[in-house]
Nanobody
Framework: VQLQASGGGSVQPGGSLRLSCVAS????????VGWYRQAPGKQREFVAR?????????TCADSVKDRFTISKDNAKGTAILQMDSLKPEDTGVYYC????????WGQGTQVTVSS
């Protein structure tokens, strides 16, 4: 499966960005879609994930809760990470992940939050 992440850019603190992840096929109901990020010199960390086995269920890291929203469209094979009230510590490369029987990763999209 090919995953294409896009929507990154440079914004000032307090700004918003909308990241998109487009897959080369539809998502299966049993698959989990997630976003991870990696800041310079740091390990990749979990940001948010969403499942749809028993209805849509989203989980976000404490550091982004109430600021980021994840959603997905199984039929279209797309996922969105809406990021609001961005902070400098949100800076990093954001990766889309599709987890099911196997793990698939997108190429990443750079997000820079700076004044």
């Amino acid at each position: 499966v090919q995953l294409q992440a896009s929507g990154g850019g440079s914004v000032q603190p307090g700004g918003s960005l909308r990241l998109s992840c487009v897959a080369s096929r539809r998502f299966f109901t049993s698959e989990r879609v997630g976003w991870y990020r990696q800041a310079p010199g740091k390990q990749r960390e979990f940001v948010a994930r969403i499942t749809s086995i028993t209805g849509m269920s989203a989980t976000c890291a404490d550091s982004v809760k109430d600021r980021f929203t994840i959603s997905k469209d199984n039929a279209k094979g797309t996922a969105i990470l809406q990021m609001d009230s961005l902070k400098p510590e949100d800076t990093g490369v954001y990766y889309c992940n599709l987890a099911g029987g196997r793990d698939f990763w997108g190429q990443g999209t750079q997000v820079t939050v700076s004044s």
